[in-house]
């Protein structure tokens, strides 16, 4: 069973800044693309930023320069260090990863459960 756990969400002035992690579990064999996804109320969900297993990154106009996505591949992790956050960054945040593990013959798409981040004064 594979499991995505995120955790480092919370209540931030606007401004400040969050380390989000999200760390896969499970009988995984290798780990392609990873990313992170929000949903902010009343909208749909949109991509943050991803990373693919080379370190290669990608970014949502939105976030880019102040937000940066890595990984560590011996722990299955990934992070997302948020800085300069704003209000409008107040949503649901979601770790997604594309692995092979014992589950599935074929690379399949996980979610994790989503941590809150609210930007608010």
């Known amino acids: 069973q594979v499991q995505l756990v995120e955790s480092g969400g919370g209540l931030v002035q606007p401004g400040g800044s969050l380390r989000l992690s999200c760390a896969a579990s499970g009988s995984i064999f290798s780990i392609n693309a990873m990313g992170w996804y929000r949903q902010a109320p009343g909208k749909q969900r949109e991509s943050v930023a991803s990373?693919?297993?080379?370190?290669?990154?990608n970014y949502a106009d939105s976030v880019r320069g102040r937000f940066t996505i890595s990984r560590d591949n011996a722990k299955n992790t990934v992070y997302l260090q948020m800085n300069s956050l704003k209000p409008e960054d107040t949503a649901d945040y979601y770790c997604?990863?594309?692995?092979?593990?014992?589950?599935?013959?074929?690379?399949?798409?996980?979610w994790g459960q989503g941590t809150q981040v609210t930007v608010s004064s």
């Open positions: 997604n990863a594309v692995l092979l593990s014992r589950a599935r013959p074929y690379p399949y798409e996980y």
């Open positions: 990373i693919t297993s080379g370190g290669g990154t």
